[in-house]
């Protein structure tokens, strides 16, 4: 991806952030290697990862986030290295002292796992956010429901207008023209599917069922088929997911058996 050249409040702040004096509240991140990695993702959002961490939910905010709001994207990094929170729409979003003091192999950047841990955590009420915990257990602790990704669509992004359209049975052609016209707005689209029978990942999934955020980026298409066949037709679209941009292109069938709603933030 060719970068643009920042602007110069983006620099501004990133130089003061850098000038800074005040220590950092984590105990296991370098505010050179954070620093590095924020200008590196301000160059290149998709460098955005989620790494071995089942933060979808989080990194699609966090690359909207990047891609829309640079410079808040900065305030918010230096907010939460120098004091473990930052200012929400309506609320402030504070990482507790045992995240910030937990160590152990984060599986990702320091700067990505900064700011998805302390999203995450935010929403958790039993299980807590650790970087080496069992698999059974950081999966419980990184689902992400429709609730929470509305929440950071507002708190995060400021969008002032938020919905969820659920097509578990139905609606994805309602859904997708919904978010065509947020994103030409400016807004953004968040989906909920199902990693592996929409991604190409090269697993066939056993049973269809949501388990992956990823961001619309638009180039959205609908080509009707049939009314009466569910297997003519065909949806495709450009989305962000796992450092990458991915085009999903499939069968009417195919693609509503795997997507399963679309979290829209518009002002």
Same mark, same amino acid.
């Given at each position: 991806m060719t970068s643009q050249p920042l602007d110069t409040s983006i620099i501004a702040a990133l130089a003061d952030f850098e000038k800074s004096n005040s220590p950092s509240v984590w105990a296991n991140l370098d505010k050179k290697q954070v620093l590095a990695e924020i200008k590196i993702r301000l160059n290149d959002p998709f460098q955005v990862n989620q790494g071995g961490q089942p933060f979808c939910g989080p990194a699609s905010i966090l690359f909207e986030l990047i891609r829309k709001q640079p410079l808040r994207y900065v305030q918010i990094c230096r907010s939460l290295f120098e004091t473990g929170g930052f200012a929400g729409q309506t609320k402030r979003i504070q990482a507790t002292e045992r995240l910030r003091r937990s160590q152990g192999r984060l599986r990702m950047s320091q700067a990505d796992w900064m700011v998805l841990a302390t999203l995450r955590e935010s929403e958790n009420l039993i299980f807590p956010v650790e970087p080496d915990a069992p698999d059974i257990l950081r999966n419980l602790a990184g689902m992400t429901k429709s609730w929470e990704m509305k929440g950071w669509t507002q708190e995060v992004l400021n969008y002032r207008q938020v919905k969820y359209i659920h097509t578990y049975i139905y609606g994805e052609t309602e859904a997708l023209n919904t978010a065509t016209q947020a994103i030409?707005?400016? =807004?953004?689209?968040?989906? +909920?599917?199902?990693?592996?029978?929409?991604?190409?990942? =090269?697993?066939?999934?056993? +049973?269809?069922?949501?388990n992956?955020?990823?961001t619309i980026l638009g180039n959205i298409?609908?080509?009707?088929?049939?009314?009466?066949?569910?297997?003519t037709g065909r949806f495709s679209m450009d989305v962000y997911s796992w450092a990458k941009k991915y085009y999903i292109d499939k069968g009417k069938g195919h693609f509503e058996d795997y997507f399963w709603g679309v979290v829209l933030g518009s002002m």
């Amino acid at each position: 991806m060719t970068s643009q050249p920042l602007d110069t409040s983006i620099i501004a702040a990133l130089a003061d952030f850098e000038k800074s004096n005040s220590p950092s509240v984590w105990a296991n991140l370098d505010k050179k290697q954070v620093l590095a990695e924020i200008k590196i993702r301000l160059n290149d959002p998709f460098q955005v990862n989620q790494g071995g961490q089942p933060f979808c939910g989080p990194a699609s905010i966090l690359f909207e986030l990047i891609r829309k709001q640079p410079l808040r994207y900065v305030q918010i990094c230096r907010s939460l290295f120098e004091t473990g929170g930052f200012a929400g729409q309506t609320k402030r979003i504070q990482a507790t002292e045992r995240l910030r003091r937990s160590q152990g192999r984060l599986r990702m950047s320091q700067a990505d796992w900064m700011v998805l841990a302390t999203l995450r955590e935010s929403e958790n009420l039993i299980f807590p956010v650790e970087p080496d915990a069992p698999d059974i257990l950081r999966n419980l602790a990184g689902m992400t429901k429709s609730w929470e990704m509305k929440g950071w669509t507002q708190e995060v992004l400021n969008y002032r207008q938020v919905k969820y359209i659920h097509t578990y049975i139905y609606g994805e052609t309602e859904a997708l023209n919904t978010a065509t016209q947020a994103i030409a707005s400016g =807004g953004v689209a968040f989906a +909920l599917i199902t990693a592996d029978g929409l991604l190409d990942t =090269g697993n066939q999934p056993f +049973l269809p069922y949501p388990n992956h955020w990823i961001t619309i980026l638009g180039n959205i298409s609908i080509k009707r088929g049939l009314l009466w066949s569910k297997d003519t037709g065909r949806f495709s679209m450009d989305v962000y997911s796992w450092a990458k941009k991915y085009y999903i292109d499939k069968g009417k069938g195919h693609f509503e058996d795997y997507f399963w709603g679309v979290v829209l933030g518009s002002m």
